[in-house]
């Protein structure tokens, strides 16, 4: 909430339309002269509707529009603030200034929010299927005929051993191991 009231603001920027010194007004209210004084510049330039609460969301060309203006007619941070009826304060068309001088018209753009992403997802590289050359490919064929050639000679030795561990079972004999 704010400090000071709406009516508040607005019977004292009256006040010192009327002709009353800001100096002896702070006095009395108990307030800042440089805040008295930007009621009262307020005051003059919209009127009654200067201290009507509204949002304060402004576009990056209005951020750029007030700079302009305020560069052109060499106003003060405090006149431009009342002028255009900025809510925030001097710091906040300050803040505009640095910002457009560090970044031009895109340092007005919105940013994210929320938190960034921890890990970045890479990026997918379609994997490039190339085709075999003919040594290659040959190549690669004798490896598989060898591997296979290896493999059936292994299961015919192993159906070997079988059907003569049947045929001493049947003749009651043990076969004879071999010696290498």
């Not at 607005?10 to 009327?18: G, N, R, S």
């Not at 753009?109 to 938190?115: A, F, N, V």
């Not at 003919?134 to 290896?150: F, G, I, P, S």
Request: hydrophobic content about 30%.
């Amino acid at each position: 909430m704010a400090k000071y009231s709406a009516e508040f603001k607005l019977k004292v920027a009256l006040e010192a339309a009327q002709g009353i010194r800001i100096q002896s007004l702070a006095q009395v209210h108990g307030i800042d002269r440089s805040t008295l004084r930007s009621w009262f510049q307020r005051y003059q330039h919209h009127g009654s509707q200067a201290f009507i609460k509204k949002y304060s969301c402004y576009s990056a060309e209005f951020k750029r529009q007030v700079l302009t203006y305020m560069r052109q007619n060499q106003l003060s941070l405090r006149e431009t603030v009342a002028y255009f009826d900025i809510r925030g304060g001097t710091s906040v068309v300050s803040q505009w200034e640095r910002l457009y001088d560090e970044g031009g018209l895109a340092a007005f753009e919105p940013r994210p929010k929320g938190r960034p992403p921890s890990m970045k997802t890479p990026p997918h590289k379609p994997t490039k299927t190339r085709l075999p050359t003919n040594d290659e490919e040959l190549a690669q064929l004798r490896k598989e005929n060898e591997y296979l050639r290896a493999e059936n000679a292994y299961l015919k030795k192993l159906d070997a051993l079988l059907q003569q561990k049947e045929q001493a079972q049947k003749t009651g004999h043990l076969p004879k191991k071999k010696r290498v």
